[in-house]
């Protein structure tokens, strides 16, 4: 464990939990965002025929950083209308909101920030921060588009919390635990230890939960896809009605921080999915550090295995966002109450049948 | 305690993504849902009409390039024919070939602009930029024949202003063979998906009549029911020899007239174009271009209206002649201009969202619109 090692290291349990927090932050996250707005450009590019940015750097591999360093110089604009407070703190919320989550992301057996108890938790509610961030910055920019694109934003991420938080029960239920460590340790083995086929469970009930943990998959991807407010949910911003909704208004390092959110709010909700469905960290088909006898190895196995699948889910947003249409604002409250919270609900109660059995 | 609402009004443009130009939208809003919807334009108005009345006849012809920016050879087509009315010319058979070739290159690039921007309009970026690669395909090939790529000034009072280059013809072939599996793959991509279809089928109804007492013309008349046609109702040039059919909205994924309608038949005609350039391909004979080219134009004293189906419906060119080299008067009935000013009946109680994409099924050209 992370923490364990630095207060062992440093002596100081404050100092260890910050190391520990800002570590991932640090080492992954932020490099990652640069690479998912490359690798976005870069998808979308060749789905439509076209090469992407190519001139900084081989293939232009340097291009976001170059992005960033433009945004950094670029001037920061206020205008004399703004609500200036709340306008300045919004990014940050943002910012933070998304990033925070993952402190309690294990991305391996010894690379996590926090090994909380209540780390699935602690995902739901710090990601609700990120509401909070988006309506103060639709507000305080006083301007007719970006008050809807927030509100918009508000009522989507409100209404599909719904479902996902009723998945997140129902995965609670056949783990017995909110220990995101612990849900994954669940599914160590093989691949199909993963919860998605059923779980590490001796006897029928795996295999009668396999279908509805497949339904509990299909709809928290759903639900954290308008979370993020990526195409077909992306009415929040949508591009062609509202500009670019709720940060309309932003320039430089504070849109970039919006910008770098989103990038890191889609690996955020792919490592959720993966975390609950998918097996986490671990290996489909065991690890080659214990068959070698190198368990130094197995750690950095698990760190490869978590981001390749987080990564796979993240490949499977921009490929949808790069294919299909927006939908209209009701339609979206339609998908979230009439279909998406009926079929979650309905899917909670069976799945705490099969466990009662 | 009831809380007390307000209408909100939002302004749209002329600074906004999907406008299609410098169009300006005040929208009266009840919430998400539309009130009212106001149209102003005049935002790119360059006084075409009073300009012609200073130019000699051919030099008016760049200027009508410049209306439907995306169907230039439309507009110099339909000008060509007035005046060749007003004089009295017979063209030669080649050029009349020539000019419905590009005509209706002209009108599968005008609609793939137009389809994909609505896909764009939708949320989906993909098909527009599909559509962007084919209709490059296009510009190549008039690049080819006039050395412009969006501008021509090709098609003169009495001909075109050269011949065809030797691989032009081939080069279309070969363009006709690879568009038209291109058209199905964009009606797998957007035209049958689900949420496009949830998007825009039963969005934007335009029932006939109000259609016809508006005077809409051209896919968006079509589209409401009406088998209106100027190339078959009032043939000009040799579209009498040609076979196609006109393609009319049948209300397959909603209502007659909604949205998808519109931009259905837009698809249809795409595929019939084709068909037309394959037919005037095989007939096209041999001849001069130039030899019908009035030396000098100054027609007698008189008056004329010549009207052809651009891409975007009836154009119309009112010329009156006072015998000196220049225009008396050119006035041109766009269509563009006369669609737009079916916005406010078609929004009233749509969403947001909603005016943009009937915005993009109209098609408007803000060029033509304020000329």
């Given at each position: 464990?992370?923490y364990?090692?630095?207060?062992?290291?440093?002596?100081?349990?404050?100092?260890?939990?910050?190391?520990?927090?800002?570590?991932?932050?640090?080492?992954?996250?932020?490099?990652?965002?640069?690479?998912?707005?490359?690798?976005?450009?870069?998808?979308?590019a060749h789905?439509?025929?076209r090469?992407?940015?190519?001139?900084?750097?081989?293939?232009?591999?340097?291009?976001?950083?170059?992005?960033?360093?433009?945004?950094?110089?670029?001037?920061?604009?206020?205008?004399?209308?703004?609500?200036?407070?709340?306008?300045?703190?919004?990014?940050?919320?943002?910012?933070?909101g998304?990033?925070?989550v993952?402190?309690?992301?294990?991305?391996?057996?010894?690379?996590?920030?926090?090994?909380?108890?209540?780390?699935l938790?602690?995902?739901?509610?710090?990601?609700?921060?990120?509401?909070?961030?988006?309506?103060?910055?639709?507000?305080?920019?006083?301007?007719?588009?970006?008050?809807?694109?927030?509100?918009?934003?508000?009522?989507?991420?409100?209404?599909?919390?719904?479902?996902?938080?009723?998945?997140?029960?129902?995965?609670?239920?056949?783990?017995?635990?909110?220990?995101?460590?612990?849900i994954?340790?669940?599914?160590?083995?093989?691949f199909?230890?993963?919860l998605?086929?059923?779980?590490?469970?001796?006897?029928?009930?795996?295999?009668?939960l396999?279908?509805?943990?497949?339904?509990?998959?299909?709809?928290?991807?759903i639900?954290?896809?308008?979370?993020?407010?990526?195409?077909?949910?992306?009415?929040?911003?949508?591009?062609?009605?509202?500009?670019?909704?709720?940060?309309?208004?932003?320039?430089?390092?504070?849109?970039?921080?919006?910008?770098?959110a989103?990038?890191?709010?889609?690996?955020?909700?792919?490592?959720?999915?993966?975390?609950?469905?998918?097996?986490?960290?671990?290996?489909?088909?065991?690890?080659?550090?214990?068959?070698?006898?190198?368990?130094?190895?197995?750690?950095?196995?698990?760190?490869?295995?978590?981001?390749?699948?987080?990564?796979?889910?993240?490949?499977?947003?921009?490929?949808?966002?790069?294919?299909?249409?927006?939908?209209?604002?009701d339609?979206?409250?339609?998908?979230?109450?009439?279909?998406?919270?009926?079929?979650?609900?309905?899917?909670?109660?069976?799945?705490?049948?099969?466990?009662?059995? | 305690?009831?809380?007390?609402?307000?209408?909100?009004?939002?302004?749209?443009?002329?600074?906004?993504?999907?406008?299609?130009?410098?169009?300006?939208?005040?929208?009266?809003?009840?919430?998400?849902?539309?009130?009212?919807?106001?149209?102003?334009?005049?935002?790119?108005?360059?006084?075409?009409?009073?300009?012609?009345?200073?130019?000699?006849?051919?030099?008016?012809?760049?200027?009508?390039?410049?209306?439907?920016?995306?169907?230039?050879?439309?507009?110099?087509?339909?000008?060509?024919?007035?005046?060749?009315?007003?004089?009295?010319?017979?063209?030669?058979?080649?050029?009349?070939?020539?000019?419905?070739?590009?005509?209706?290159?002209?009108?599968?690039?005008?609609?793939?602009v137009?389809?994909?921007?609505?896909?764009?309009?939708?949320?989906?970026?993909?098909?527009?930029?599909?559509?962007?690669?084919?209709?490059e395909?296009?510009?190549?090939?008039?690049?080819?024949?006039?050395?412009?790529?969006?501008?021509?000034n090709?098609?003169?009072?009495?001909?075109?202003?050269?011949?065809?280059?030797?691989?032009?013809?081939?080069?279309?072939?070969?363009?006709?063979?690879?568009?038209?599996?291109?058209?199905?793959?964009?009606?797998?991509?957007?035209?049958?998906?689900?949420?496009?279809?949830?998007?825009?089928?039963?969005?934007?109804?335009?029932?006939?009549?109000?259609?016809?007492?508006?005077?809409i013309?051209?896919?968006?008349?079509?589209?409401?029911?009406?088998?209106?046609?100027?190339?078959?109702?009032?043939?000009?040039?040799?579209?009498?020899?040609?076979?196609?059919?006109i393609?009319?909205?049948?209300?397959?994924?909603?209502?007659?007239?909604?949205?998808?309608?519109?931009?259905?038949?837009?698809?249809?005609?795409?595929?019939?174009?084709?068909?037309?350039?394959?037919?005037?391909?095989?007939?096209?004979?041999?001849?001069?271009?130039?030899?019908?080219?009035?030396?000098?134009i100054?027609?007698p004293?008189?008056?004329?209206?010549?009207?052809?189906?651009?891409?975007?419906?009836?154009?119309?060119?009112?010329?009156?002649?006072?015998?000196?080299?220049?225009?008396?008067?050119?006035?041109?009935?766009?269509p563009?201009?006369?669609?737009?000013?079916?916005?406010?009946?078609?929004?009233?109680?749509?969403?947001?969202?909603d005016?943009?994409?009937?915005?993009?099924?109209?098609?408007?050209?803000?060029?033509?619109?304020?000329?």
């Amino acid at each position: 464990m992370i923490y364990e090692y630095f207060s062992n290291l440093t002596g100081s349990e404050v100092l260890a939990s910050i190391i520990s927090a800002f570590l991932p932050l640090f080492l992954f996250i932020l490099p990652f965002a640069l690479i998912a707005v490359l690798l976005e450009r870069k998808v979308s590019a060749h789905m439509q025929d076209r090469l992407g940015p190519m001139r900084v750097g081989y293939h232009g591999i340097l291009q976001t950083i170059a992005d960033i360093l433009k945004l950094i110089q670029k001037e920061d604009i206020i205008a004399d209308q703004n609500d200036k407070p709340l306008f300045n703190i919004a990014p940050v919320l943002v910012f933070a909101g998304s990033y925070a989550v993952f402190a309690a992301i294990p991305f391996s057996s010894s690379y996590l920030g926090s090994n909380i108890d209540l780390g699935l938790f602690f995902i739901v509610g710090i990601s609700g921060l990120v509401v909070a961030g988006i309506l103060m910055a639709g507000w305080a920019s006083n301007n007719k588009y970006t008050l809807l694109g927030a509100m918009r934003s508000a009522a989507q991420l409100i209404s599909y919390e719904i479902p996902t938080i009723m998945i997140v029960v129902t995965v609670l239920m056949v783990t017995g635990t909110l220990n995101l460590k612990e849900i994954t340790e669940l599914q160590s083995g093989y691949f199909w230890n993963w919860l998605i086929f059923g779980g590490n469970i001796a006897g029928i009930a795996k295999y009668l939960l396999i279908p509805f943990m497949f339904v509990g998959f299909v709809i928290i991807y759903i639900s954290t896809l308008a979370e993020v407010n990526r195409t077909p949910f992306d009415i929040p911003e949508a591009e062609s009605e509202l500009v670019s909704g709720y940060h309309t208004e932003y320039s430089g390092m504070k849109f970039a921080m919006f910008f770098l959110a989103e990038y890191a709010n889609m690996f955020a909700v792919s490592a959720i999915v993966v975390l609950l469905f998918f097996g986490g960290y671990h290996s489909p088909f065991g690890y080659l550090g214990n068959t070698l006898g190198l368990s130094w190895l197995v750690p950095i196995e698990q760190l490869f295995w978590f981001t390749f699948k987080g990564i796979g889910f993240v490949l499977v947003q921009m490929w949808l966002r790069w294919t299909l249409p927006r939908l209209r604002v009701d339609q979206l409250m339609a998908v979230c109450w009439k279909y998406l919270i009926p079929i979650a609900f309905v899917n909670l109660l069976i799945v705490g049948l099969i466990t009662l059995l | 305690m009831a809380l007390k609402t307000e209408e909100m009004t939002l302004n749209m443009g002329p600074q906004h993504p999907s406008t299609h130009g410098v169009l300006r939208l005040e929208l009266q809003l009840d919430g998400e849902f539309i009130i009212d919807v106001t149209p102003h334009i005049g935002y790119l108005h360059r006084c075409f009409e009073k300009h012609a009345e200073f130019m000699t006849y051919p030099q008016v012809v760049p200027y009508t390039d410049r209306m439907d920016y995306l169907a230039s050879m439309y507009n110099e087509f339909g000008y060509a024919l007035a005046v060749e009315k007003l004089l009295g010319i017979e063209v030669p058979d080649r050029v009349e070939y020539i000019r419905v070739i590009m005509g209706e290159l002209q009108r599968i690039a005008s609609h793939l602009v137009a389809l994909g921007t609505y896909g764009a309009d939708i949320g989906a970026v993909t098909p527009f930029l599909f559509c962007f690669r084919d209709r490059e395909k296009i510009l190549s090939l008039f690049e080819m024949a006039s050395g412009a790529r969006l501008l021509y000034n090709y098609i003169w009072v009495g001909g075109v202003s050269r011949d065809l280059p030797p691989e032009f013809l081939r080069l279309t072939k070969e363009f006709v063979d690879y568009f038209r599996p291109k058209i199905k793959e964009l009606n797998d991509l957007l035209t049958f998906n689900k949420i496009f279809i949830e998007r825009t089928a039963n969005v934007g109804i335009l029932p006939l009549d109000v259609a016809v007492n508006y005077g809409i013309t051209g896919p968006m008349l079509r589209a409401s029911g009406l088998k209106w046609d100027l190339r078959k109702n009032d043939p000009y040039s040799v579209y009498d020899k040609l076979e196609f059919e006109i393609p009319v909205g049948n209300g397959r994924m909603g209502t007659v007239g909604d949205s998808w309608d519109r931009y259905y038949v837009r698809i249809l005609e795409m595929e019939e174009s084709l068909k037309i350039v394959e037919q005037a391909l095989k007939q096209i004979p041999e001849g001069d271009v130039l030899s019908a080219i009035p030396k000098r134009i100054k027609p007698p004293v008189g008056q004329v209206y010549g009207r052809v189906e651009n891409p975007r419906g009836e154009l119309g060119y009112f010329i009156v002649s006072d015998g000196s080299v220049n225009p008396k008067r050119i006035k041109v009935r766009g269509p563009s201009f006369v669609n737009l000013a079916v916005i406010g009946e078609l929004c009233k109680g749509h969403m947001i969202a909603d005016v943009i994409s009937i915005l993009g099924s109209i098609d408007i050209v803000l060029g033509e619109v304020d000329r």
